[in-house]
């Protein structure tokens, strides 16, 4: 149906829904015609031998690069071109829930039967579950009016689906229009550079700054709901799944994994098969069947900010506790680990961009070493979020063209990219990485594209104050203070 016919069915008095204007109908840009920056034909006689006397001239063989750089060109279109199609899909179901609820209301009928009669229909055409495809139109319905920004910017295939997950799912708490705009706002432009993985993180940072509901509350809440629960699934196999406090979960995982690795090498079973069957072990018979893996304990690493030891729960500040992982740690949990735990390493963090810049640990080798896993926290590669306990040490420029083993010239790299960095690839190409400043690596790809990533933010960061701009300003630079 056309949008002038549906137009002109719709009652006069009423706006027609947003998501049936013709802006969202129309689709993708590549649709619509020739991309920005695709180059144009010039002409009827391009891509054709050109005459030369009674010769033709041959037209140049394409190389493996030329392929290379073709097939690459293909896949991002079509990705991008599906990402659009989707987002025209949201745009599609949102609008007809919206034409089933004003239906129901017409006619005084219960929505949620007018609803599921829409999901059937649309199911029965698809053979789907009418229950997915109800599932879809409200989630569409939700997305359309929670998340504009985020739609939009799907649909112009400036981010993907991985990207609209992570901001409507870590986004859910909030409450209001505002607060929802403001988290878009915030990360929108760092899902045009970055991969969902990284913006979960930043997400959640980003959520802690808007939510209303303290932390400490909605972790009592949450922790009041801890629960197993099993699925059994096909060939006489189930998932157990546990509901637990964060510290709780990874430092059994520590353990479990601990225990994996303890084992002998003539151990014929793969890392998850022991750490399973550590897990196992533990929950059915109290301790580890093997002897010698009764004294491994789990150790898990909680970045706690000083005023958070000092009693602020970081409600103001954005400041709170977390695992490397990037996971939050409620502040009461955070303070009574202070209390228990024998020895803590102090980081101290760039004032600016809050990336760690020095431990205080003593012996060098193990400062090093130290710094680097609290600055990278991952696999430094970009995209990778391995993390930096279980990657190696890579020297940038390598030892033995004369690089050094500093901080400047280390960094974090899982083995999978540690071999990818040294690799001589065809035709001589390989990937070049330098640091621009220590912490910051610069990637170059074989062919060309370049990549820039920096540390996580782990400390806070400071910005110049409006009063101090405006003297500068007004009256030149601001006076010293008197200490």
Wanted: proline share 7%; aromatic share 4%.
């Amino acid at each position: 149906m056309s949008t002038e016919i549906q137009a002109s069915r719709w009652p006069a008095h009423r706006q027609l829904p947003v998501p049936l204007d013709p802006a969202a109908a129309q689709g993708p840009q590549w649709l619509r015609g020739p991309r920005p920056g695709d180059a144009t034909d010039s002409g009827d006689g391009a891509g054709t031998p050109v005459e030369t006397g009674s010769e033709l001239e041959a037209v140049p063989v394409p190389t493996v690069q030329d392929v290379r750089a073709s097939a690459i060109k293909i896949v991002v279109d079509l990705d991008a071109a599906i990402a659009g199609l989707q987002a025209m899909r949201t745009h599609a179901l949102a609008g007809l829930g919206l034409l089933a609820l004003e239906e129901a209301g017409d006619a005084h009928l219960d929505a949620g039967i007018v609803m599921r009669d829409l999901a059937n229909e649309l199911a029965l055409r698809q053979r789907r579950s009418d229950r997915t495809v109800e599932a879809e139109i409200d989630r569409a319905m939700r997305t359309l009016d929670e998340w504009p920004a985020t739609l939009r910017a799907w649909g112009e295939t400036r981010i993907h689906q991985g990207h609209l997950r992570v901001i409507t799912d870590i986004g859910a708490p909030l409450k209001t229009p505002e607060a929802r705009a403001q988290f878009e706002a915030a990360l929108l432009p760092v899902a045009e550079t970055t991969t969902p993985a990284r913006l979960a993180k930043i997400a959640r940072r980003e959520l802690e700054k808007l939510v209303e509901e303290p932390l400490v509350e909605r972790h009592r809440i949450a922790r009041d709901g801890r629960e197993v629960f099993v699925t059994d699934l096909a060939d006489a196999m189930s998932k157990m799944v546990l509901y637990i406090p964060t510290v709780l979960a990874h430092g059994i995982l520590d353990r479990a994994t601990e225990m994996a690795r303890a084992a002998g090498d003539d151990d014929p079973r793969t890392v998850d098969q022991r750490r399973a069957d550590a897990c196992c072990d533990l929950l059915l018979t109290g301790e580890p069947t093997d002897p010698a893996l009764a004294g491994i304990r789990a150790q898990v690493s909680i970045v706690i900010p000083a005023t958070v030891l000092l009693g602020d729960d970081g409600n103001d500040t954005g400041d709170s506790a977390r695992l490397r992982s990037g996971a939050l740690v409620d502040p009461d949990t955070a303070r009574w680990l202070d209390g228990v735990t024998k020895t803590w390493t102090r980081v101290f963090t760039d004032p600016v961009k809050g990336h760690v810049i020095a431990t205080d640990t003593y012996k060098p080798s193990r400062q090093v070493r130290r710094l680097l896993r609290e600055r990278d926290q991952r696999c430094r590669w970009p995209g990778c979020c391995a993390k930096a306990e279980h990657a190696d040490i890579d020297h940038t420029i390598p030892w033995a063209d004369g690089g050094t083993t500093t901080p400047g010239n280390l960094a974090h790299l899982c083995r999978r990219h540690h071999m990818l960095k040294g690799a001589v690839l065809p035709a001589g190409r390989r990937w070049k990485v330098t640091q621009l400043e220590p912490g910051v690596l610069r990637f170059e790809s074989p062919m060309g594209a370049v990549y820039v990533d920096e540390p996580e933010q782990v400390g806070p960061r400071f910005t110049e104050s409006y009063t101090e701009w405006l003297w500068r300003g007004t009256f030149g630079p601001a006076p010293q203070a008197p200490f």
